[in-house]
T-cell receptor, first 110, second 110 residues
Framework: GENVEQHPSTLSVQEGDSAVIKCTYS??????FPWYKQELGKRPQLIID?????GEKKDQRIAVTLNKTAKHFSLHITETQPEDSAVYFC?????????FGGGTRVLVKP | ETGVTQSPTHLIKTRGQQVTLRCSSQ?????VSWYQQALGQGPQFIFQ???????GRGNFPPRFSGLQFPNYSSELNVNALELDDSALYLC?????????FGPGTRLLVL
């Protein structure tokens, strides 16, 4: 089955700096890669996703890149703000299920 | 916020008991997936239902079972509860690839 590795597990950045989270996946059949943000005690919230026929996607301060050959994808957050502090999960989809990475706890220091 | 709701929000059970968790899908979504999220980890796929039929299952024992109803709402049943079943149980509804999560039910097994 699919296996998703996510790094780093924790990330501390100064407000205004960029944050980068990296994920690798094992199943070349995976073709959909969403990113979720989960604040303490709340539901995972979809923030951006990318499909395997696209190499990069951007939405305001958030961008995701995908390298199918290397089987890795990354989340980039620019101009970080305190409200970006949360746990971020990457996931890969093979057919009907999402396989999640272990999460990255991001702390944005004002 | 998504239109996905779950009940109850919290539940305390003892070992060996049975529990039923409920999920109402977002309007127009015919697919529901269930995930188990242990503390500090990413969600783990339990199973998915599409138009009232099971459409994939993760690595969970048969004591985890589910149902989907004609209105696409869903139940997750867990029999013979074990201490390790303590977790946040999330449902996600979808129409296509993108999954939207409910707020979860936090289950504590004593």
């Amino acid at each position: 089955g699919e296996n998703v590795e996510q790094h780093p597990s924790t990330l501390s950045v100064q407000e205004g700096d960029s944050a980068v989270i990296k994920c690798t996946y094992s199943d070349s059949a995976s073709n959909y890669f969403p990113w979720y943000k989960q604040e303490l005690g709340k539901r995972p919230q979809l923030i951006i996703d990318i499909r395997s026929n696209v190499g990069e996607k951007k939405d305001q301060r958030i961008a995701v890149t995908l390298n199918k050959t290397a089987k890795h994808f990354s989340l980039h957050i620019t101009e970080t703000q305190p409200e970006d502090s949360a746990v971020y999960f990457c996931a890969a989809s093979e057919g009907n299920k999402l396989t999640f990475g272990g999460g990255t706890r991001v702390l944005v220091k004002p | 916020e998504t239109g996905v709701t779950q009940s109850p929000t919290h539940l305390i059970k003892t070992r060996g008991q049975q529990v039923t968790l409920r999920c109402s899908s977002q309007s127009g979504h015919n697919t529901v997936s269930w995930y188990q999220q242990a503390l500090g980890q990413g969600p783990q796929f339990i199973f998915q239902y599409y138009r009232e039929e099971e459409n994939g299952r993760g690595n969970f024992p048969p004591r985890f079972s589910g149902l989907q109803f004609p209105n696409y709402s869903s139940e997750l049943n867990v029999n013979a509860l074990e201490l390790d079943d303590s977790a946040l149980y999330l449902c996600a509804s979808s129409q296509g690839e993108t999954q939207y999560f409910g707020p979860g039910t936090r289950l504590l097994v004593l």
